[in-house]
């Protein structure tokens, strides 16, 4: 048996179990791992939750969750945004969605050292990875979306760009340990971390969001002193002190995944003191089941959305009590370790022109 993670102090092996646990209470026979019960699933999280499943050793049911990818991914590689056990929910492709199965494939493989299990995830994500890549501009970034009539949205978002970056970093280290060559990947990779690193105006402004503000450090392409000065300036913009990190600057919610995130963006970085301190206080969110509410409004203490427990929030926590407690050999996947180095070039590489937006043949119809 793994280690299972804990945080001496914050929080134990035996609670952080029992919140992976929480997740499979939610996780459908076919693998499905929707955000809450009767809820919908979206494939970014259905893959977040998977990965804190492996992180305990619940294997069996987290690879039951990879096959539910392999087994609903369309003919061009692509997942819809939302399923419903029914359906689709939202037949909107996003390109973040479609492209992090490469960083679930990637962490199962260096939790359990299963070659086999990586050989057979291969296909999925390569074909994800190249329906995400002809999405991507000439100046780096990535087009967020095609809508449900499968037009192409124009613009880029700066967390989902990020995370697509990451995810690409995964999916080079897949096809290295694979012996796949990939160059078109590093190339493009390049490109994607030096508008995320360098470019602000290749995104569409959503600086209200904490996403927008951590993201790029917890994808790995901003580092060293300009990651520092990006957490210092927006620190107090963010964070609310003694309960964690805001969903919006606008608004006094703090919201558990967000936290959880910002946890393992500052662990990157190395600020363990204040990666603590952040996830001590998010523990005021957790349940007597180990679940957690998604998020808090303050001074009110209202839950919101109203008494709801997400499974992608529960996934985030696993994985952030992995990387500060140090637990498994994957807890440093979001510090970088084992991962390329990024190929941060000077000007981006042209990219590919971009093909007729056209949707899948043989596509699920939307519930």
Not at 300 to 309: D, G, N
Not at 335 to 349: F, W
Request: aromatic share 10%; net charge negative.
């Amino acid at each position: 048996m793994r280690v299972v993670p804990e945080v001496p102090g914050i929080i134990s092996a035996a609670d952080v179990l029992e919140t992976a646990r929480s997740i499979v209470a939610v996780q459908r026979p076919d693998g499905m791992i929707p955000w809450f019960p009767g809820g919908h699933c979206d494939p970014w999280n259905h893959v977040e939750a998977a990965m804190a499943l492996t992180a305990v050793g619940l294997d069996a049911e987290a690879d039951a969750a990879y096959q539910w990818l392999v087994d609903t991914q369309l003919p061009d590689g692509s997942w819809f945004n939302y399923y419903l056990h029914t359906g689709v929910k939202d037949a909107r492709l996003d390109t973040n969605v479609c492209a992090y199965l490469a960083t679930g494939a990637w962490h199962r493989y260096i939790s359990t050292g299963d070659l086999d299990g990586l050989e057979q995830l291969w296909p999925t994500v390569a074909a994800g990875v190249d329906f995400v890549l002809r999405w991507q501009r000439l100046d780096g970034s990535i087009r967020w979306s095609l809508d449900s009539a499968g037009i192409l949205e124009e613009y880029a978002l700066l967390t989902g760009s990020s995370s697509i970056y990451h995810s690409l970093r995964c999916a080079i280290a897949i096809a290295e340990r694979l012996g796949q060559e990939r160059p078109d990947w590093e190339l493009a990779a390049g490109g994607l971390a030096h508008a995320v690193a360098h470019d602000p105006d290749a995104f569409a402004p959503k600086v209200e969001f904490a996403m927008d503000w951590y993201y790029p450090i917890l994808s790995g392409a901003l580092s060293g002193d300009a990651a520092h000065r990006r957490i210092d300036g927006s620190w107090s913009t963010f964070v609310m002190e003694g309960r964690g990190v805001r969903c919006v600057s606008t608004g006094e919610w703090v919201t558990a995944a967000e936290t959880a995130e910002c946890v393992l963006a500052l662990d990157a970085l190395g600020r363990d003191d204040e990666a603590r301190e952040l996830f001590r206080w998010v523990q005021a969110l957790r349940n007597d089941d180990g679940s957690y509410w998604t998020g808090m409004v303050y001074p009110e203490e209202a839950t919101y959305p109203p008494l709801e427990r997400s499974t992608y929030t529960a996934g985030a926590m696993v994985l952030a009590a992995d990387a500060l407690g140090h637990s498994t050999p994957a807890s440093g996947l979001f510090r970088g370790e084992g991962l390329p180095s990024h190929l941060d070039l000077t000007e981006p590489a042209p990219a590919a022109p971009v093909e007729p937006a056209l949707r899948s043949p043989g596509a699920p119809g939307v519930a």
